[in-house]
T-cell receptor, first 108, second 117 residues
């Protein structure tokens, strides 16, 4: 079947890191995308992963394990402005299935 | 980079009337265009997916009769919300997938926020 699961909320502290987890069971899975969405705005594309392992993109890094249906988005050196919702989306063909998003709150 | 525009950004319509929204991919040709609705307190719901050389495919709970879509070329799509009611309010997002690398990645427009009175 198709399903993308994320925790609802995550809290962390400025200057540290946060890991946003995502599990999925998307049939015909090709890749997994991560988006950042701020309240009242459209999601902004962050990263697309299709290969297993860690993809280091600086402030945002992503990890994928296809055999386990698991991915995470890692934010390092957190800033207050990183507070937002982070959505993972599994892709099967042209279809994109979104998780409900994880609301990250970064405190001082 | 890939840009997707949507128009209008915000709109208000009276209950029972209809409104049309547009989506334009700039700088690339979109192999597919998907329309989503994000209702208050909800995640994205896929309304329909329009892919090159294929018929527009609507998801369960969404119909062509309610949300007719036009996709005349690889850069432009429009969707109309017919006979809008309160449950149709929300942020309507257009996601366009580009050809080439990361073909499955969708780039979103800023959305059209619909308020129904």
């Amino acid at each position: 079947g198709q399903g993308v699961e994320q925790p609802d909320n995550l809290m962390s502290v400025e200057g540290t890191f946060a890991r946003v987890n995502c599990t999925y069971s998307t049939s015909g899975f090709n890749g997994l995308s991560w988006y950042q969405q701020r309240e009242g705005h459209a999601p902004v594309f962050l990263s697309y992963v299709v290969l297993d392992g860690l993809k280091d993109s600086g402030h945002f890094s992503t990890f994928l394990s296809r055999s386990n249906g698991y991915s995470y988005l890692l934010l390092t050196e957190l800033q207050i402005k990183d507070s937002a919702s982070y959505l993972c989306a599994g892709t099967g063909g042209y279809k994109v299935v979104f998780g409900s998003g994880t609301r990250l709150l970064v405190s001082p | 980079g890939a840009l997707v525009y949507q128009y209008p950004r915000r709109t208000i319509c009276k209950s029972g009337t209809s409104m049309r929204m547009e989506c334009q991919a700039v700088g690339f040709q979109a192999t597919s265009v998907a329309w989503y609705r994000q209702s208050p307190q909800k995640t994205f719901e896929l309304i329909a997916l329009s892919t090159v050389n294929s018929a527009i495919k609507y998801e369960q709970n969404f119909t062509q009769e309610k949300f007719p879509i036009s996709h005349p070329n690889l850069s432009f799509s429009s969707m109309t919300v017919l006979n809008a009611y309160l449950e149709d309010r929300g942020l309507y997002l257009c996601g366009a997938s580009r050809t080439g690398v990361n073909q499955d990645t969708q780039y979103f427009g800023p959305g059209t926020r619909l308020l129904v009175l």
